[in-house]
């Protein structure tokens, strides 16, 4: 064991920590390894900050999902969320797995492409699918999601020219009770918009018209939202068949299931207050198979689950840089990753652990990112022992979101290591550097560093 620096005693209030579900204290343990391989070997070998992804934690998530939905209901199928993690690494554990692609961009989709998805097993939604990305889609026989009246007409005005009747699906948003509502993606349940769009779609002939899709928000932490919009996706589905005599083959209804993160200004733990997946599972699948479909013309089932399948995969390792005291007298530490690398430390209070031994003393302070920039807030008020310069700490459930929305402001982006079942450490994306920056960079000819040499005074514009 390490030895402990002294510390200087000081009076404090007693902090005798939350009380947990089992009514023990919740106690902090350092993290030295993360499935087996040391904090402290992965730091040395990639860096520190460095993303960590445990293959065996991925796996196990989505085929505990998998199970929540299977056992209660007869098709069911997973589409990965592609903005919610994209490295090929990860999609290829949940193509491996069964999942499809859920994709949200051309550049999303050619990705998708990328990795071997069959192009009937892409599914294409979002706001902004580009003329050439739709053709792409329409040859690929994916399944379009349809956002709004314009996309709809151009898809039509795209068939006109092409000899292909492509699948598509609308997006559907409506009143879930949870509120605000989200209304700004899809067509309005509610309000007939969607019922109008469904109609123009069979109307047009020149599209099959072959499934529902909603995603009623994420984080979501009611289970009677899901059966709201369950309710009301089946019946879209029966008035299809019924007055369009167009059966649709499937209903999905998204993702937006909580990961346990907690969420910030949350009063008690996301462990203990968000809802499984089996209680999802259980009002989705109740709510359609109670609606009164025949058992043979039951819907497939699509789920586009993103972040609860992979947020407590991921792990930032990072280091701490300084301690200070504020005006005020309290503890500030600074460690080398911000909300440049850690977005969702905007709206998560990560769990975030020392990776080495401790004293036992702790204290309340606020944790600093490194950047230049009053916002760099990683934790508001944490407790935590006395960190030195040096030392290390694991930050818990990053997987979804940040692989992604990681900025390169102030610094480049760190590298990712994935941990395979065997223990085996992969590097799946390299730490960045300057080069890699510039690559894209272009300086005209007059502000290049040689012209320097000989500046020129005058200049005629
Ligand atoms: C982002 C997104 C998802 C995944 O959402 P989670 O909240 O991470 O489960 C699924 N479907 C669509 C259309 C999305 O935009």
């Known amino acids: 064991m390490a030895k402990l620096k002294y510390e200087r005693p000081v009076i404090k209030k007693m902090n005798a920590g939350l009380m947990n579900k089992f009514g023990t204290r919740t106690e902090f343990q350092p993290v030295r390894a993360i499935d087996g391989v040391p904090v402290l070997s992965l730091i040395e070998g990639y860096g520190s900050p460095l993303f960590v992804l445990s293959e065996r934690q991925i796996r196990r998530n989505y085929q505990s999902a998998a199970r929540s939905f299977k056992t209660r209901y007869p098709k069911v199928q997973f589409a990965w969320s592609y903005k919610t993690n994209y490295l090929n690494a990860v999609c290829q554990i949940f193509h491996q797995e069964g999942s499809w692609a859920e994709v949200v961009s051309g550049f999303e989709y050619r990705k998708a492409l990328g990795n071997g998805v069959a192009g009937n097993q892409i599914i294409f939604n979002g706001p902004d699918k580009h003329r050439n990305d739709l053709l ?3 040859e690929n026989d994916s399944l379009i999601h349809i956002d709004n009246f314009d996309e709809l007409y151009s898809l039509i005005e795209l068939c006109n020219q092409i000899n292909k009747k492509p699948r598509v699906a609308i997006r559907v948003n409506m009143d879930t009770g949870v509120y605000p509502l989200w209304d700004r993606f899809g067509f309005n349940y509610e309000n007939g918009q969607a019922w109008n769009a469904i109609s123009k779609i069979v109307a047009s002939g020149k599209m099959q018209l072959v499934g529902l899709h909603c ?9 009677s939202a899901y059966m709201a919009a369950a309710t009301k996706m089946c ?9 369009l005599h167009n059966p649709v083959e499937y209903l999905d209804l998204g993702g937006g299931f909580p990961s346990t993160n907690t969420l910030r200004g949350a009063y008690l733990p996301g462990v203990d207050t968000v809802p499984s997946i089996d209680d999802f599972a259980e009002a989705i699948t109740t709510t359609i198979l109670e609606y009164g479909f025949k058992q043979e013309e039951l819907p497939l089932l699509i789920l586009e689950t993103g972040r609860a399948l992979i947020d407590d995969a991921g792990y930032l390792l990072g280091s701490v840089v300084a301690n200070k005291r504020l005006s005020d007298g309290r503890r500030a530490t600074i460690v080398n990753f911000g909300v440049n690398t850690l977005f969702t430390a905007f709206w998560y209070e990560h769990k975030i652990t020392p990776a080495q031994d401790f004293t036992e003393h702790t204290e309340d302070m606020v944790l600093y990112g490194p950047l230049c920039m009053n916002i760099d807030v990683v934790r508001e008020n944490i407790s935590l022992p ?3 310069p040096g030392d290390h700490v694991v930050v818990h459930k990053v997987g979804a979101y940040n692989m992604t929305q990681w ?5 480049t982006r ?12 992969h590097l799946v994306r390299q730490a960045e550097n300057l080069e890699y920056i510039e690559q894209m960079e272009q300086v005209p000819a007059h502000l290049n560093s040689h012209s320097l040499d000989a500046p020129s005074k005058e200049r005629n514009f």
């Open 136 to 138: 792409l889609a329409i």
């Open 215 to 223: 995603h009623i928000g994420t984080f979501m932490l009611t289970t």
């Open 235 to 243: 019946e879209l589905a029966t008035r299809c068949k019924n007055l």
């Open 386 to 388: 006395l960190l030195n």
């Open 407 to 411: 900025m390169q402001f102030i610094t």
């Open 414 to 425: 760190p590298a990712v290591v994935m941990i395979d079942e065997q223990q085996q450490v």
